[in-house]
């Protein structure tokens, strides 16, 4: 009974979540929090919700955390759009029907011209966002996982700062249907302080995800299919798609796609694993002469 009203008050907030989301018209902020950030979930467009991975799990969905193969370090640099780089340090401890986790991301917006109102030039500032999250994740049933973050948000832009406070809510339910996840999360419910005297918020989001992974052979290699289900608060409803083909747990593949982004559509990934190690690497085209995203992660498994 216990874990049953645990999913009903699970469900109810991600129901609120979405209510809020479609009447909340105020300015977003901490765009950070909206960019993939570890190269093996980026390589499949980012549609993870419902699937296991590294320590970066806890980032898309914080009960996934629980579906881990053991602990993990993962860490994974950015080299994002206009020079902007992204660094991002995660961990998980697997303790057997919990988890728990924390993770650190740093964007460097890098240098910026500060002018006056008539355009001479006065100096230079560097923006900074900077985001702390901690987990805890359990498996309330033999096929039901929950978990959630806590997050501590922090933004600078010039001299002035905004602090946010937010949480993440998710769950995964692994079907009757043998290899079939689906999954549910609400992220950034929170609250956070004014940068200047502009009111802005994080940038809330409820997403849906399904993960379906299948075995080839007898050499313990497989292929899954995912896709994820995204509503951001001010945006339009988008889908993440993902493919991965694992050749013997040891040389991984990778292919997203995401479908209504502005500039954003193909990604792809290659992953190699070598005892305890795994190195993974993400590209993302961007169209409008915006650039290219190249992601890479280094995990530790221990």
């Known amino acids: 009974m216990r874990k049953f ?21 105020q300015e977003n902020g901490f765009q950070i929090l909206k960019v993939s950030i570890g190269a093996s ?10 699937l296991p991975g590294n320590a970066t799990s806890l980032w898309y969905n914080p009960a996934a955390v629980s579906l881990s193969d053991g602990s993990n370090f993962c860490f994974s640099r950015i080299n994002y ?10 961990i998980i401890f697997d303790k057997g029907k919990s988890s728990f986790g924390f993770g650190l991301t740093f964007l ?49 832009i010039d001299s002035e700062t905004s602090y ?3 949480a993440d809510l998710g769950m995964v339910w692994d079907t009757f249907l043998r290899g079939l996840n689906l999954s549910a999360v609400v992220q950034n419910v929170g609250y956070s302080t004014k940068l200047k005297d502009e009111s802005i918020h994080l940038p809330l989001t409820w997403k849906c995800g399904a993960n379906y992974s299948r075995s080839i052979g007898t050499n313990q290699s497989s292929i899954s299919l995912s896709s994820d289900i995204i ?19 040891k040389i991984f593949t990778r292919v997203g796609y ?36 190249h992601r890479i992660s280094l995990t530790y498994n221990f």
């Open 41 to 50: 979930a980026a390589g499949r467009g980012g549609a993870v919700s419902a």
């Open 164 to 166: 946010g406070l937010g």
């Open 258 to 293: 995401a479908l209504n982004y502005d500039s954003e559509d193909i990604s792809a990934g290659l992953g190699l694993k070598i005892n305890s190690y795994q190195f993974d690497y993400a590209f993302t085209p961007y169209s409008n002469d915006l650039g290219n995203v």
């Open 108 to 156: 460097n917006y890098g240098k910026i011209d500060k002018t006056d109102g008539t355009g001479n030039l006065i100096g230079e500032f560097h923006p900074t966002d900077l985001i702390l999250a901690g987990n805890h994740s359990w498996r309330l049933s033999p096929s039901v996982y929950f978990g959630y973050n806590i997050k501590l948000a922090y933004e600078k």
């Open 5 to 25: 009203i645990i999913c009903i008050i699970l469900l109810v907030v991600l129901t609120i979540g979405v209510c809020y989301a479609n009447t909340n018209e």
């Open 231 to 249: 509503y951001f608060a001010t945006e339009d409803t988008k889908c993440n798609l993902g493919l991965e083909f694992d050749y013997t747990e």
């Open 81 to 90: 759009l206009f020079g902007v780089n992204i660094d991002n340090a995660s």
